[in-house]
């Protein structure tokens, strides 16, 4: 965005201010529509930089640094396809923005982070889907290039059943490893899955469980940024 687009931004962004309205990723985004001014999702970031107050803990927004560290792994590697099974950190638009990917698809559970995905300007076309993931019936036939997704932790434990060549395999484990195992399995041979976790992810018993996948599975520590297979 150009210095004449900020400067409308910022008016309008002082008129909300002056009304005594609360400041949001909403009232910003009314803001930008009616300053006539394309938000990008670079433009996003640098807003929440000078505003932290914009993003509310329900919304949690993927730190830029993480989605250039996904990015720069994925440069010069064949992608067609990329999913995100849990898309409301806006992770997949980064990628989608980095790379030129025939089928990005995304499930976002938040109508509030649906509403701020289809209201960025992207220059891209994605595929943002309002549902949880789980519910979903994808064919197993429909397999990405990339995996890749920022899950929210601490979900409910939840029972699911998945088939296997052996038979029906029933598990049961909190949602988003649920989530995390479902979406896998739509990961080609080669493909490359990548997961934001939390900081103590990399010492429990499911890290060591993960990394015996047959799968090439990247955890990123939403802190440092390392990655472990």
């Known amino acids: 965005m150009d210095s004449a687009a900020w400067e409308r931004l910022w008016r309008e962004l002082d008129k909300i201010r002056t009304y005594g309205r609360q400041l949001d990723i909403q009232t910003a985004l009314a803001a930008a529509r009616e300053a006539n001014v394309d938000l990008s999702l ?9 505003m932290p107050r914009l993003v ?10 993480i989605a250039r560290f996904v990015s720069d792994y994925l440069k010069g590697a ?38 701020l995905a289809n209201a960025l300007y992207i220059g891209q076309t994605i595929s943002w889907h309002h549902a949880n993931f789980l519910h979903t019936s994808m064919q197993s036939s429909e397999q990405f290039d990339v995996v890749a997704s920022c899950l929210s932790f601490g979900m409910k434990p939840m029972n699911a059943s998945f088939s296997s060549p052996e038979g029906e395999v029933n598990v049961r484990d909190n949602e988003e490893y649920i989530l995390l195992l479902k979406s896998c399995l739509h990961l080609k041979p080669h493909g490359v ?14 890290f060591k469980q993960c990394i015996q996948c047959p799968s090439t599975i990247r955890f990123v520590c939403r802190c440092c940024h390392e990655r472990a297979q």
């Open 42 to 50: 670079d433009d996003l970031h640098l807003l929440i930089q000078k």
């Open 56 to 65: 509310h803990q329900s919304l949690p927004i993927c730190p830029p640094a």
């Open 78 to 115: 064949k992608v067609d396809s990329i999913l995100d099974p849990q898309a409301d950190s806006l992770l997949l638009a980064s990628l989608a923005v980095a790379t030129t990917v025939a089928d990005v698809r995304g499930y976002i559970r938040s109508h509030d982070a649906l509403a």
């Open 193 to 206: 899955a990548f997961f934001v976790v939390f900081n103590g992810f990399f010492f429990c018993s499911r």
